[in-house]
């Protein structure tokens, strides 16, 4: 029998194109919330004795967590047959480490939240900087896929004689892979962060790379600090101005306009995040994610 997707919240059209990717059918639902803020579920697509797919993507997790939690439990006690969640974007990673006593690694304890619910996970990029790989604190089979391919055909089509620049040593992973594909030159910021919103990054050589059109690229846009913070130094050096792109674009409170004050040109992210900078499409990764962990059809 087909998987049976259900759509918890994803960017529109993602989980049409998955479905239609994966022969799979669309279950029917009804999510909604009481006037208290608890939220209602009916799953009117039966699962028993099908393989779920949840597909959410956990931006603002504290709001979706629950809703997919609740989803994958309800889809167990109905009789599916395995539950898994396509989360193109993958909360609570950056707590990697308790960097002061007391301090709450809600990594760790996401990832055994999910890991208590769900059969298998797949996501975009999760943000690793002290974990190698999700399986260090996720105990269900995972997969990460990798926006760069996207990234740079998106590059390769809209943006001439790009340098790319990566305003943070952790976003280096993301700017050398990009630029392998499309053989740009790249170099990367030093920052420093001060607070959630204050950040400062060091001076750039960017001299060497004068007539190109700059690119900031990251992970993650969240308070849009770390690109506001390397925008501005690029755009002070004389640069026209910048493309700045995102994989995730969480774009928290006034983010956007932080980066158009900072003299931002154009924001592309991937659809990983609803947003009205997604130029890019992630379903085709996501799906090779997929088939990695389950078999169509089995
Ligand atoms: C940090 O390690 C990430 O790669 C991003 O640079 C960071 O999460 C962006 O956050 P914000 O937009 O709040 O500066």
Known sequence: MTHLLYDLGAA???VRQLATSMDAEIGAMELRRFPDGECYLRLDSPPADRDVVLVCTLDRPDLKTLPMLFAAATCRELGARSVGLVAPYLAYM???IRFRPGESVTSRHYAKMLSGELDWLVTVDPHLHRYDSLDEIYTIPTRSVAAA????EWLRANVANPV???PDEESSQWVAGVASVIDAPWLILEKHRSGDRDVQVSV???DLHRGRTPVLLDDIVSTGGTMAAALAHVCEQGFRAPVCMAVHGIFAGD???ALTAAGVGRIVTCNTVEHDSNAICIAAPLVAGIRELIQPGD
């Open 12 to 14: 529109p059209g993602l």
């Open 94 to 96: 950056r707590q990697d």
């Open 149 to 152: 391919p996207a990234l740079a």
């Open 164 to 166: 790319l620049i990566g």
């Open 204 to 206: 750039p050589k960017l």
């Open 255 to 257: 983010a956007e306009a």
